[in-house]
């Protein structure tokens, strides 16, 4: 899997958008990106993944550029319970055989 | 559907202790796999599965291990504990389809005296 970095931490204000970048320079044609978010301390959740094109869905958008080095995952509408640990990942979606590494993510908080 | 069920969600060991942490999820997934989480830290990959009588090796394997006779299950062995193996270990499960989403269980949280 390519490695991904992320900035440890970002604040951002409830109810702005937020907007956590990654970066994956490394990333090969058929790596997929992948985001997670880990609430306290409950399992991570999944949030959205994409390929080339932009990606929404009704948690979250994200943005790759074009050429697929960095990422963008935007939260059109913080809120508190937005706070958590986000963790960027690429790898390759459909394949079976391919172990799944975490970063340390970027741990978000929401101020009101 | 239950998803991902870890058991136990808590549990406290003294040193040299041998347990298993139990996983198993109800949605056919090939593919299994266990993290630990100590504070303040991402999740690091301890083994996974891509099937039954198939596992390998993650980042830390020192120290655990593991075993997939069936599709549903995949335990964790611990088989002398050390205070160094106190994390919350989290197992996994992925949909090998197009979202290849992971679904992960609620956590086991051990402590090691």
């Known amino acids: 899997d390519a490695k991904t970095t992320q900035p440890p931490s970002m604040d951002c204000a409830e109810g702005r958008a937020a907007n956590l970048p990654c970066n994956h320079s490394t990333i090969s044609g058929n790596e997929y990106v992948y985001w997670y978010r880990q609430i306290h301390s409950q399992g991570p959740q999944y949030i959205i993944h994409g390929l080339k094109n932009n990606e929404t869905n009704e948690m979250a958008s994200l943005i790759i550029t074009e050429d697929r080095k960095s990422s963008t995952l935007i939260l059109p509408h913080a809120t508190l319970r937005d706070t958590a640990v986000y963790y960027c990942?690429?790898?390759?979606?459909?394949?079976?055989?391919?172990?799944?590494?975490f970063g340390p993510g970027t741990s978000l908080s929401v101020i009101p | 559907n239950a998803g991902v069920t870890q058991t136990p969600k808590f549990q406290v060991l003294k040193t040299g202790q041998s347990m298993t942490l139990q996983c198993a999820q109800d949605?056919?997934?090939?593919?299994m796999s266990w993290y630990r989480q100590d504070p303040g830290m991402g999740l690091r990959l301890i083994h996974y599965?891509?099937?039954?009588?198939?596992?390998d090796q993650g980042e830390v394997p020192n120290g655990y291990n593991v075993s997939r006779s069936t599709t549903e299950d995949f335990p964790l062995r611990l088989l002398s504990a050390a205070p160094s193996q106190t994390s919350v270990y989290f197992c996994a499960s992925r949909d090998s389809g197009d979202t290849g989403e992971l679904f992960f269980g609620e956590g086991s949280r051990l402590t090691v005296l």
């Open positions: 949605m056919n997934h090939e593919y």
């Open positions: 990942i690429v790898r390759v979606a459909v394949a079976s055989y391919d172990k799944v590494i």
């Open positions: 599965s891509v099937g039954a009588g198939i596992t």
